[in-house]
């Protein structure tokens, strides 16, 4: 799920000491058709369950969550969000002093130091997002199906997609819709893949085709249109046929979005430090 922000502190740190972990995974729905994945977190030792979603730049929580967890709020930093549903909403952060995922400790800086989470008004699926800037310190491993995610998993090589950095902490990837090459943000957040103004203009698509409908996002309703286009290959992976959401949203940074509709049938892989994605079919 594609969450911008403005006003933020963001600071760099060192990669995890590598380790390989495996975790249970709640996954919402049926993955084969865009379920979402949700993990298990213990925040100041309490448990919390979270949205993985490497399309969010920041890691957030809801209000509500955070009056449950009884966490403080940040009275130096605030967050300023911006969702693919236009809204937009300002908040002091919450203070998280420990996060672990199954018995790893999380950070956002440096280890060991707290994290300044986003806060959000909006009613979650779940008690906040797992973002790119906690995500960037790992190697991040999803088998949705198996309902596992694995820390510092070893690195795809062969057969490796590149990645790119989309500032600060998104991954973009190239894709190629009906024989045009195009960049897709990679987006666990996102139960469905969209294509946006940019991609219906290098595609020659009109934003009126397909059947309507909405969709919930960060930021509310957004209005979309369901089109089937020809062919969709990422990397080595081909599918035919595929039906993707489109909204004519202006995105300078990419064409698309890349959701659990389609990594949600791979094993992937995604390498922040390397700047790479592997996947396999199941």
């Known amino acids: 799920m594609a969450v911008g922000i403005v006003a933020i502190r963001l600071q760099t740190a060192p990669?995890?000491?590598r380790r390989t972990l495996l975790v249970s995974m709640m996954t919402s729905g049926d993955v084969r058709a865009g379920g979402l994945c949700f993990v298990s977190l213990l925040l100041d030792g309490r448990p919390a369950r979270l949205l993985l979603d490497t399309g969010a730049q920041r890691s957030l929580l809801s209000l509500a969550a955070v009056r449950r967890l009884g966490l403080p709020l940040d009275p130096w930093v605030g967050t300023t969000l911006r969702g693919a549903g236009g809204r937009v909403e300002t908040h002091q952060n919450a203070i998280v002093r420990s996060a672990r995922f199954g018995g790893v400790d999380l950070y956002q800086t440096m280890p060991g130091a707290p994290l300044s989470l986003a806060v959000t008004t909006q009613v979650l699926a779940a008690d906040g997002l797992l973002g790119g800037?906690?995500?960037?310190?790992t190697t991040l491993g999803v088998d949705a199906a198996a309902g596992v995610v694995t820390l510092a998993a070893v690195a795809p090589r062969a057969g490796a997609v590149p990645l790119r950095l989309l500032w600060p902490d998104q991954?973009?990837?190239?894709?190629?819709?009906?024989?045009?090459?195009?960049?897709?943000?990679?987006?666990t957040g996102a139960a469905a893949s969209l294509m946006n103004a940019r991609g219906l203009y290098k595609l020659g698509?009109?934003?009126a085709a397909g059947q309507?409908?909405?969709?919930?996002?960060?930021?509310g309703a957004l209005a979309v249109r369901r089109?089937?286009?020809r062919r969709l290959q990422v990397g080595a992976v081909v599918i035919q046929d595929p039906v993707l959401l489109t909204a004519p949203v202006p995105e300078p940074g990419f064409d698309m979005i890349l959701g659990m509709d389609v990594l949600g049938r791979q094993r992937v892989v995604l390498s922040y430090g390397a700047l790479c994605m592997g996947l396999g079919r199941f």
Not at 133 to 137: F, I, Y
Not at 171 to 187: F, I, R, W, Y
């Open 171 to 187: 991954l973009l990837a190239p894709v190629e819709v009906d024989g045009v090459a195009l960049t897709a943000l990679v987006d």
């Open 212 to 219: 309507p409908g909405r969709t919930m996002a960060i930021g």
């Open 227 to 229: 089109v089937m286009f």
């Open 205 to 207: 698509r009109s934003a």
């Open 15 to 17: 990669m995890l000491t």
């Open 133 to 137: 800037d906690v995500l960037k310190h």
